[in-house]
């Protein structure tokens, strides 16, 4: 059982940078796959980003590529998202998720799931 905790949500100007974190329990955090996922209101949830165990590959969605980077510190249990040149469009509730299997692109493969954090981007 993994609990995922979401922080750094906030409101900031367009063309801003905000730093989302994760935080996990459980002593098995390193044998989890961790993504990004994030939902616009009223549209569905989609992928932003996910990292490998050891955090050696990284995966963007094309509409974040060269502007978010996820990273994780396997001794602190946590997972990061660094945002940057944030657009309103980034707007959303921002999840955390882990996965047991393979890196996935896909959320309903994922097994454990944060409350989300809330980022508005204002133009």
């Known amino acids: 059982q993994v609990q995922l905790v979401e922080s750094g949500g906030g409101l900031v100007q367009a063309g801003g940078s905000l730093s989302l974190s994760c935080a996990a329990s459980?002593?098995?955090?390193?044998?989890?796959?961790m993504g990004w996922f994030r939902q616009a209101p009223g549209k569905e949830r989609e992928f932003v980003a996910h990292i490998t165990r050891g955090g050696a590959n990284t995966y963007y969605a094309d509409s974040v590529k060269g502007r978010f980077t996820i990273s994780r510190d396997n001794s602190k249990n946590v997972v990061y998202l660094q945002m940057n040149s944030l657009k309103p469009e980034d707007t959303g509730v921002y999840y955390c998720?882990?996965?047991?299997?393979?890196?996935?692109?896909?959320?309903?493969?994922?097994?454990?799931w944060g409350q989300g954090t809330q980022v508005t981007v204002s133009s």
């Open positions: 459980g002593r098995t955090f390193s044998s989890y796959v």
């Open positions: 998720a882990a996965r047991g299997g393979a890196v996935s692109l896909r959320q309903s493969l994922y097994d454990y």
